[in-house]
């Protein structure tokens, strides 16, 4: 009983703290000086167009794309927000498409069933004789397929 006056007792301060402190930014300053006058904007002709001769002026140099290393470029792909550091959750972002496909049950845990259930599908899947063995030929059609190259500019 004592814990549920004292609950409604501090709910009641904060409450009357907010109000004066709500009415307190509503008010306007009495002492503001007033807005400076505006100058006049002459607003040209809009069919004319300006005539302006750049000289010997040249404008900012454009940056450059500093090349990263292909060691940099693999560390990036885990650093998502570029403080170069990677957390535990970064470097195991990248893993959870292919976590999501081995958890067929949609629970977020990988059962030994799961993982086993994949795994014979995807044997069975590279055999193709059928014999339950892989020669050479039928297991390399497991590797992964070569990503296709983007072209080096947008053009």
């Given at each position: ?53 750049p000289g010997d002026l040249t ?59 994949s795994t014979s599908e995807r ?31 947008r053009c």
């Open positions: 009983m004592r814990q549920t006056i004292l609950g409604v007792f501090v709910g009641l301060i904060l409450a009357g703290v907010g109000v004066f402190w709500w009415q307190a930014r509503a008010q306007v300053e009495t002492n503001a000086p007033p807005p400076p006058e505006q100058e006049e904007v002459v607003e040209e002709a809009p069919d004319i167009l300006p005539e302006v001769d404008g900012p140099a454009p940056p450059e794309a500093s090349e990263l290393s292909r060691e940099e470029r693999r560390f990036f792909r885990y650093d998502r927000n570029r403080d170069r550091i990677i957390t535990r959750n970064e470097m195991l972002s990248s893993r959870s498409k292919a976590f999501r496909a081995l958890d067929t049950d949609g629970n977020n845990l990988l059962t030994f069933e799961e993982w086993a259930i044997f069975e899947g590279m055999d193709a004789d059928g014999n339950a063995e892989l020669t050479q030929t039928e297991f390399a059609t497991s590797a992964p397929r070569p990503r296709a190259s983007r072209p080096a500019c």
